[in-house]
Structures are given as structure tokens and as C-alpha cells.
């Protein structure tokens, strides 16, 4: 069962590619379940979201296409930005929108988008210790909000080459406890492999340590472009296989359904 639950189109405005190409591309690369999660909308940087305008009707384009495709099943999420201590910036209309699951995912400590190479230079004002520290922090807090049903891309930090100190590890064993105490699951994404650190999220210890403590977890391209969908996916299901899982999650209507890697 081939699964790709997190991909991009247009209505990000830092991704390309309308709907259908997108389905097309996943057709060809054989892709049995397809999500589409664009950045929800936000009253924040606004440059790489869709505009609470775009809500609706971006709802209803996925509708359609779930209506008219017997080829593939597709899901309906949104991909929502979790920044610590600004909960208020999550849209209620979000929140209550009929999705199959919302992406939780931190690219944000306060103002500062760590993932952005626009502001790779505040890594060193920050440093690494305290970057990771505080993205766990995010993180935990993300999932005690229960709000989300899948944690996006957990090791993120470390795209420009600043992996988590060692020392965090207890922090970060802490932090997948908690992620699986409040039911959601983590993604191997393949967007890694595309960045300067060449390798998916999470790392292949990070997965054995999930796999370890009983965290579920589901496969993505986290597509920007229709080339992009299914890239990496034999990589990461080989990850996944060789950490010991057996089974991939899905969710309908928010309720988390277990298939077959």
C-alpha cells in the first residue's frame, strides 16, 4: 500500500502545480492514498500560506477531486504551524473544517522561521543547543494541544546541517513519549533527501527509537512541485522496514486507520 499523505499545490504560494497535476504524478508513481495538506491559513507570514479566502474554496477542490477519482483515494488536510506560546494564531475555521487530519508541524521559534534560508543566519545567534531545546519544547506542547493527528517532519532542525546534540536525547526520547501519549504519529518524509542534510526525517535512529517506545507513523513526499510526489519513497519505506514497522497510518475523518507497509 503505497501512502504519500503530505503535499503541497498553489495554494501555498511557495509551492507549484494545481490539483490535478498532482494526482496525476501520484497515479504514475502509483500511489494507492494521497493527502493534500497547503500551509493553513494564518494571521502570520504570510508569504508561504493560503489566505483564510482560499479556506473554502480550496475545501471544496479536494472534495470534488475525491468525488470524481475511483483510481486513487484522496484525503483532505491542512498542514498547520504550531508556535509556542501562540496558540491564538491558529484560525478556529481550521480547526473546525471538515479535514481527514492536520499536519502539526514548528518552523517557528517565536518570529524566527529556523528553516528558512532567508534567516539562516540567526542560527548562530541562537545556537544549537538552545534551538533544539526549544523546538522540542514546541513540540511537546504541540501534541498536549491535541489538535493535530500527525507531527510534520519531528527533526527539522536539522536540514542545514545543525543535528540535535546528544546531550538532547533524553529530551528527544521524551519528547516521541509524549507525541505517542496523545495519539498522534510521526511522518517519514522524504524532503530531507532534497535538502543539503540528504537524509529523511527523522533520521534513521530517531525511527528505531520510535518504533522502540511504540510511535506509529505514516510515509510523504511533502511534494512542492507534482515532480516531487513519491520522491524518496522507496528510501523511506526501506527506513521504516529496516526499523521494524510493519504498519503505516492513515487517517479518515481524524480517525487513525493501520495498513500494511
Given amino acids: 500500500m503505497r501512502v504519500d499523505l503530505h503535499n503541497h499545490t498553489y495554494y501555498c504560494n511557495h509551492a507549484e502545480g494545481s490539483m490535478q497535476d498532482y494526482i ?30 482560499d479556506l473554502n474554496p480550496y475545501l471544496k477542490s479536494i472534495k470534488d477531486l475525491k468525488n470524481s477519482n475511483s483510481q486513487i483515494e484522496i484525503l483532505l488536510a491542512l498542514e498547520v504551524d504550531y508556535i509556542l506560546n501562540r496558540e491564538d494564531l491558529i484560525e478556529r475555521e481550521v ?3 471538515q479535514t481527514d487530519y492536520l ?3 514548528v518552523h517557528f521559534l517565536g518570529d524566527w522561521g529556523f528553516d528558512n534560508p532567508e534567516f539562516v543566519g540567526q542560527w548562530q ?3 544549537v543547543l ?19 493527528q500527525i507531527c510534520g517532519h519531528i527533526d527539522l532542525p ?30 517519514v518524509n522524504a524532503a530531507g533527501l532534497r535538502k543539503d542534510i540528504k537524509e529523511h526525517y527523522p533520521s534513521f535512529d530517531l525511527l528505531k527509537l520510535a518504533r522502540e517506545i511504540g510511535l506509529d507513523i505514516t510515509l510523504s513526499s511533502d511534494a512542492h512541485s507534482p515532480s516531487q510526489v ?16 510493519r504498519k503505516v497510518a492513515i487517517f479518515r475523518n481524524k480517525e487513525k486507520i493501520m495498513l500494511d507497509l
Fill in 230 to 245: 513519491g520522491f524518496g519513497y522507496e528510501v523511506c519505506k526501506k527506513a521504516a522496514l529496516d526499523a521494524g514497522f
Fill in 95 to 97: 480547526l473546525e473544517a
Fill in 125 to 127: 545567534e541562537r545556537g
Fill in 158 to 187: 536539522k536540514l542545514f546541517g545543525a543535528r540535535m546534540p546528544s546531550s538532547l536525547m533524553p529530551k528527544m526520547r521524551h519528547t516521541l513519549e509524549v507525541l505517542r501519549d496523545n495519539d498522534m504519529v510521526i511522518e
Fill in 24 to 53: 496525476d504524478a501520484a497515479l504514475r508513481e502509483g500511489i494507492d492514498i494521497f493527502g493534500f495538506s497547503c500551509h493553513a491559513p494564518m494571521d502570520f507570514d504570510y508569504k508561504y500560506r493560503m489566505k483564510i479566502s
Fill in 130 to 148: 538552545e534551538t533544539w531545546s526549544e523546538y522540542l519544547d514546541s513540540i511537546e506542547a504541540m501534541a498536549k494541544s491535541r489538535l493535530f
Fill in 103 to 105: 499536519i502539526g508541524s
